[in-house]
């Protein structure tokens, strides 16, 4: 893991970028402030994503004009909200002291059913015709267009069943994302969720830490290929 001076130094570079070149010193409690993210374990990518958030935020607000520099102070609450959402994807748990955020309110289930279809055809479109991952994707969006219309009005345990069929399409999903990778890019993206876990090797034991490591990996492998997750959990 990086050490708190350079893992400041790195945000600071990122938000100059993101300020179109406008240099935002990170020092005094804004310093600190950053310095208690990498002491957290928060993964620069993860940093990077809520600054990201912030700024964008700040570019909708300000409409045609120029928006004024963002203050990485101000980008607190997106990273937090980033970080929290990457341990719950990954499963990394709290630390000692730290409160587990109340998870988001789920959209319906159709409603989720309906997106995934809306992002899996997105991806398709924008992928090589000709990929076995291209194949899922379409048998994928078909098997869910059959359970959609059921998705509206049912209950108990056929619910559950289609829960499960998603949890399952899932997992087809991924696993022909992941067959789509050559070894070099595997090898990198692995390396890069060690990297995301290594601020936690002390914390988590062997097992989980594994567990993490794959789930890491597959999140990264979704993220690159722009997958949306099919699971309703």
Not at 174 to 194: F, K
Request: glycine share 6%; charged share 30%; hydrophobic share 45%.
């Amino acid at each position: 893991m990086n050490e708190p001076s350079e893992y400041a130094r790195q945000i600071e570079t990122y938000l100059c970028r993101k300020n179109r070149g406008h240099l935002v010193r990170v020092v005094g409690p804004a310093f600190d402030l950053v310095c208690g993210w990498a002491a957290t374990g928060v993964p620069l990518k993860v940093a990077f994503k809520g600054i990201d958030r912030c700024c964008e935020r700040q570019e909708a607000r300000a409409g045609s004009a120029r928006r004024r520099p963002v203050r990485i102070e101000f980008c607190e609450a997106d990273v937090l909200d980033a970080f929290d959402e990457w341990r719950r994807a990954v499963g990394v748990p709290a630390g000692t002291g730290e409160e587990e955020s109340r998870a988001p309110r789920k959209p319906a289930l159709a409603s989720h059913i309906e997106r995934v279809i809306a992002r899996l055809a997105h991806a398709r479109g924008t992928g090589a015709a000709s990929t076995a991952l291209h194949h899922r994707i379409d048998q994928i969006i078909r098997d869910l267009e059959n359970v959609a219309a059921d998705a509206t009005r049912v209950r108990g345990t056929a619910r559950t069943a289609i829960v499960d069929q998603l949890a399952a399409l899932d997992a087809q999903l991924m696993a022909a994302a992941v067959a789509e990778l050559d070894s070099g890019r595997a090898t990198h993206l692995r390396a890069e969720a060690e990297e995301e876990l290594a601020g936690f090797g002390s914390r988590m034991p062997a097992e989980a830490r594994a567990r993490a490591a794959e789930a890491a990996f597959t999140r990264l492998v979704r993220e690159s290929a722009a997958l949306p997750t099919i699971g309703y959990e």
